[in-house]
C-alpha cells in the first residue's frame, strides 16, 4: 500500500490519481483475521500542503459474535480521508520542518502521515488503524429480524440453538418447581416469601 508520489508532487493543486486496491492484509496487525483482501479504491488528491489521501475500502474479518461466541464474518467498510506532508522539498530535497506547515502538531509529526524522503505515501498504519475504529463493538451472527429488517440479537442462531440445547440437557434429570420456572434455587426461599400474606 506503498505510492510513488513524486511526479504529482511536481504537479499543481488540484491534480489526483486514482488507484483500484485488492491487496492481501494478513501481516498489517496481529488482532485481525482478515478473510478477504482489502479492495476498493484510493484517491491521491495534489494539495498545497502535501497530498490528500481518500479511500473507499471493504474487508470481511472473522470476528466473536457477541452472543453465541463463535466466528463469525463480517464485512466492514474502512473510509478515510487524510493529508499527508512531505518529510523533503520535491524540487530541492530540502527538509522541511513541521512549522512550515499549518495544523494540529501531533498531525505534522505523526509518522503515519507522512511521505518520505523517497516520496513513498505509505497508506498501511492509516488503513490499520480506520479498520480497528470500523469493527463493530459487537459482532453478531445473522441476527436481522425477517419482518422489520432491523439487527435483532435474539435472533442469533447459534445462540438459540445453544438455549435449546441447555433446554434438553437441563431435562435429564429431576428438577425443583423453582427450577422448572427458571428460578435460580437459591432465590427460592425468598420468593416464598413475598407470597405470604402481608408480605407487600
Known amino acids: 500500500m506503498e505510492f510513488n508520489v513524486a511526479q504529482l508532487m511536481k504537479e499543481a493543486t488540484g491534480a489526483s490519481r486514482e488507484h483500484e486496491l485488492d491487496d492481501d492484509i494478513t501481516n498489517l496487525d496481529g488482532g485481525l483475521t482478515p478473510l478477504s483482501n482489502l479492495a476498493g479504491s484510493l484517491e491521491l488528491l495534489r494539495i498545497h500542503s502535501g497530498v490528500l489521501a481518500t479511500g473507499d475500502f471493504r474487508v470481511a474479518l472473522s470476528l466473536q459474535c457477541g452472543r453465541c461466541l463463535e466466528p463469525v464474518s463480517v464485512r466492514v467498510p474502512v473510509e478515510f480521508s487524510e493529508s499527508f506532508r512531505p518529510l523533503t522539498d520535491i524540487q530541492t530535497g530540502r527538509f522541511i520542518s513541521p512549522e512550515e506547515f499549518e495544523g494540529q502538531a501531533e498531525d505534522l509529526t505523526d509518522e503515519a502521515l507522512l511521505i518520505n524522503a523517497q516520496h513513498i505515501l505509505d497508506i498501511s498504519e ?6 480497528w ?21 435474539d435472533t442469533c442462531p447459534k445462540y438459540i440453538q445453544l438455549l435449546s440445547e441447555s ?10 418447581p423453582a427450577e422448572a420456572e427458571g428460578i435460580d434455587p437459591r432465590w427460592a426461599a425468598l420468593l416464598a416469601l413475598q407470597n405470604e400474606p402481608g408480605s407487600e
Not at 126 to 131: G, K, S, Y
Request: charged residues 15%; contains cysteine.
Open 126 to 131: 492509516v488503513v490499520r488503524q480506520n479498520i
Open 167 to 176: 433446554a434438553l440437557a437441563g431435562t435429564s434429570g429431576e428438577q425443583t
Open 133 to 153: 475504529l470500523s469493527v463493530p463493538i459487537v459482532a453478531a451472527c445473522d441476527c436481522v429480524d425477517p419482518v422489520s429488517g432491523a439487527a435483532d440479537p
